[in-house]
């Protein structure tokens, strides 16, 4: 089983969709958690932190749930813009000075007007 | 504020041939990090460094070495250069945002092909 598993995609949604994705890990005791963004050819980007209360960024919901490992995310009202590929990342380092990453694989976001 | 920086963008070697990555930040992180992106393989991390003076090997350290020169800089080098090594590379750097949170900011990548 990987260590952080995601459905690749790729979701086609047109412009003002919800469009929604998931992801699991498979260590209990992973600390924190992502979700990253990366355009084609280009480095990841942080899009947000999620918190075990779930949490908002304009358009943009995660949510977290411990008990099933999995992590969400729930785009709103979709752009053109956010067209791009979300990587689902945990720390299973726990809380210690440095965090080391555990990357999905991506899954592909295609929106088209 | 420039982040985090690499250089080269691009760099194409020959088998056997040698180089160095070079990777500074300047948001004063103590961590940073090596990864390297394939298709279909994901991000994998090469070898890290949690603080000054310290470095780890990651997942996929076979065939690299690495230099944190200071709290800035983490230099990633490659002896005998291998077709397998080509791929592109990323150097992140990473702080402590929450009380068991460390975000990881992401450099623009140096695209290499081993021929």
């Known amino acids: 089983r990987k260590e952080v598993e995601q459905d690749p995609g790729p979701f086609n949604v047109p412009e003002g969709a919800t469009v929604a994705f998931n992801c699991t890990y498979s260590?209990?005791?992973?600390?924190?958690f992502f979700w990253y963004r990366q355009d084609c050819r280009k480095e990841p980007k942080l899009l947000m932190s999620?918190?075990?209360s779930g949490n908002e960024d304009g358009r943009f919901t995660a949510q977290l749930n411990r008990a099933s490992q999995y992590i969400s995310l729930l785009i709103r009202d979709s752009k053109l813009s956010d067209s791009a590929t979300y990587l689902c990342v945990v720390n299973m380092a726990g809380g210690t000075s440095y965090g080391k990453l555990t990357f999905g694989q991506g899954t592909i976001l295609t929106v088209h007007p | 504020n420039a982040g985090v920086t690499q250089t080269p963008k691009f760099q194409v070697l020959k088998t056997g041939q040698s180089m160095t990555l070079q990777c500074a930040q300047d948001?004063?992180?103590?961590?940073m990090y090596w990864y390297r992106q394939d298709p279909g393989m994901g991000l994998r991390l090469i070898y890290y460094?949690?603080?000054?003076?310290?470095?780890d090997k990651g997942e996929v350290p076979n065939g690299y070495n690495v230099s944190r020169l200071n709290k800035r800089e983490f230099s990633l080098r490659l002896e005998s250069a291998a077709p397998s090594q080509t791929s592109v590379y990323f150097c992140a750097s990473s702080g402590k945002t929450g009380t068991n949170t460390y975000e990881q900011y992401f450099g623009p990548g140096t695209r290499l092909t081993v021929t």
């Open positions: 260590n209990s005791a992973s600390q924190s």
């Open positions: 460094s949690a603080s000054e003076g310290t470095t």
């Open positions: 948001m004063n992180h103590n961590s």
């Open positions: 999620v918190y075990s």
